[in-house]
């Protein structure tokens, strides 16, 4: 099966080659335009508790917004159950899946239940990124130009990978980071021909020039901070290795949560995720910097300098609840609440590091910076991508050194704990439960 893929994508086809290359611009340019008008709509409809507080106040305000977020959650749980089960959390297991060819895309189902429920369950203020549901819109756009033009098997996994790195391009503004993505997470699905690999490129441009386009050229984060002094690389070390073993823990609990979130829908269906989004609607109006996917939260903290107490309790407070907005079932990603969790975990440290020693020259948004690729990586274990995607995003390019340490001690630290990309372990449960096996294969890289 392999070498007959392989096959397919030798050189000396220009016709072919130039065929696909052009399918791959058409799924990145679909995909830039879908994603960046679902990155608008939840935009608009997460803006809805600042409505509600010009009509009431007090305890009044707090509990309808927490029944109007409950209803949200549960709104959007039981579109997706009722419609595209594949459709909850965030989708990426999903396309690697896809990739190895023992899931299907049903484009049909999955583009209209993840915009709209997607649009419902973030908008209600869930814990959860804009990424991952755009990964797989990209992937589901990706499948039906393959489906439309009826491509070879090669062609159509090639195009799901390229949909894929459109659709985090898109999300985040980082075509660089997109394409290192689809090399280093799926590097043991994605079928490397020339044909393919470009078309990947390819599609992650085309995706970032439609959403430069609709929604501008700026990066998305941008956070302010200068160059680190080297003497200052061991505390970069040393917020890796603690940031590595944080990711693991966060990986165990995401699991832990979503087989818990599975029996209670046994027991008391929709239950869960009606408690999950009471909780976050409550905090909407009491501490909202706790909650929502977290790209405002970001910039606010990383220029607003709170108190190293109240940054301790954000980072408590946002990972219960990003574990149980994931957990519940909603269409959402893990990466903008694992960046947001990081920020308030590498200010913290900073903080401290600066209360401890004020004239070693600590500066605190520097680690918020370094945090963020370190903690992506200790979770999704793709530390190329974690430096890439955190340099794209903050535009903070002179800190590329200790990000690379940062990224590199828990990456390292994690693997010590025992831990695997988050990404394999939710890949395994999904096909456990369809009652299929995950492909054993040895570890390498998609070039070894």
């Given at each position: 099966m392999n070498e007959d893929l392989l096959a397919q994508g030798r050189p000396g086809d220009p016709k072919g080659e130039a065929r696909f290359m052009a399918l791959a611009l058409l799924a990145g340019s679909i995909t830039g335009f879908v994603g960046s008008?679902?990155?608008?709509?939840?935009?608009?409809?997460?803006?809805?508790?600042?409505?509600?507080?010009?009509?009431?106040?007090?305890?009044?305000?707090?509990?309808?917004?927490?029944?109007?977020?409950?209803?949200?959650?549960?709104?959007?749980?039981?579109?997706?159950?009722?419609?595209?089960?594949?459709?909850?959390?965030?989708?990426?297991?999903?396309?690697?899946?896809?990739?190895?060819?023992?899931?299907?895309?049903?484009?049909?189902?999955?583009?209209?239940?993840?915009?709209?429920?997607?649009?419902?369950?973030?908008?209600?203020?869930?814990?959860?990124?804009?990424?991952?549901?755009?990964?797989?819109?990209?992937?589901?756009a990706s499948a039906a130009v393959a489906e439309t033009f009826r491509t070879t098997e090669l062609e159509r996994r090639g195009l799901l990978a390229s949909g894929a790195a459109a659709g985090l391009a898109c999300a985040f503004n980082a075509p660089l980071a997109a394409v290192l993505f689809v090399i280093e997470e799926t590097h043991k699905e994605?079928?490397?021909?020339?044909?393919?690999?470009?078309?990947?490129?390819?599609?992650?441009?085309?995706?970032?020039?439609?959403?430069?386009?609709?929604?501008?050229?700026?990066?998305?984060?941008?956070?302010?901070?200068?160059?680190?002094?080297?003497?200052?690389?061991?505390?970069?070390?040393?917020?890796?290795?603690?940031?590595?073993?944080?990711?693991?823990?966060?990986?165990?609990?995401?699991?832990?949560?979503?087989?818990?979130?599975?029996?209670?829908?046994?027991?008391l269906p929709y239950a869960y995720p009606a408690l999950v989004g009471a909780?976050?609607?409550?905090?909407?109006?009491?501490?909202?910097?706790?909650?929502?996917?977290?790209?405002?939260?970001?910039?606010?903290?990383?220029?607003?300098?709170?108190?190293?107490?109240?940054?301790?309790?954000?980072?408590?407070?946002?990972?219960?609840?990003?574990v149980g907005s994931y957990s519940s079932g909603a269409p959402g990603g893990i990466f903008a609440p694992i960046l947001s969790l990081a920020v308030c975990l590498g200010l913290a440290f900073g903080e401290g590091a600066r209360a401890l020693a004020p004239a070693a020259g600590f500066e605190p948004t520097a680690f918020a910076i370094a945090a963020m690729g370190a903690l992506f990586t200790a979770s999704v274990r793709a530390p190329i991508v974690g430096v890439a995607l955190t340099l794209e995003l903050t535009g903070s390019y002179a800190l590329a050194v200790p990000l690379m340490v940062a990224c590199f001690a828990a990456d390292l630290t994690a693997q010590w704990c025992g831990g695997r990309p988050i990404y394999t372990q939710l890949l395994e449960r999904t096909l456990a439960q369809a009652g299929l096996k995950a492909p054993q294969r040895p570890d390498g890289t998609g070039l070894a």
């Open positions: 008008l679902f990155h608008k709509a939840i935009d608009s409809a997460v803006a809805w508790p600042d409505w509600l507080a010009l009509r009431l106040d007090g305890l009044a305000l707090v509990c309808t917004a927490a029944a109007i977020a409950m209803a949200g959650a549960v709104i959007a749980v039981a579109i997706v159950r009722a419609f595209a089960p594949e459709a909850g959390g965030s989708g990426v297991q999903e396309i690697e899946g896809a990739m190895e060819g023992l899931r299907e895309v049903r484009w049909r189902r999955v583009l209209p239940v993840k915009f709209v429920a997607g649009v419902i369950a973030m908008g209600s203020g869930l814990v959860l990124g804009r990424e991952g549901p755009t990964i797989h819109i990209g992937a589901s994605f079928p490397y021909t020339f044909r393919t690999y470009l078309g990947v490129i390819l599609a992650a441009i085309a995706s970032t020039v439609v959403t430069e386009i609709m929604g501008g050229t700026r990066p998305d984060l941008p956070l302010a901070a200068g160059a680190a002094p080297l003497a200052l690389l061991p505390a970069f070390l040393l917020l890796g290795i603690l940031l590595g073993a944080v990711g693991r823990v966060l990986n165990a609990a995401i699991l832990h949560a979503v087989a818990f979130a599975g029996r209670c829908q046994q027991r909780v976050v609607g409550a905090l909407l109006i009491v501490l909202p910097q706790a909650v929502t996917g977290g790209e405002g939260v970001i910039v606010e903290l990383a220029s607003g300098h709170p108190g190293l107490s109240l940054l301790l309790a954000l980072g408590a407070i946002r990972f219960v609840t990003m």
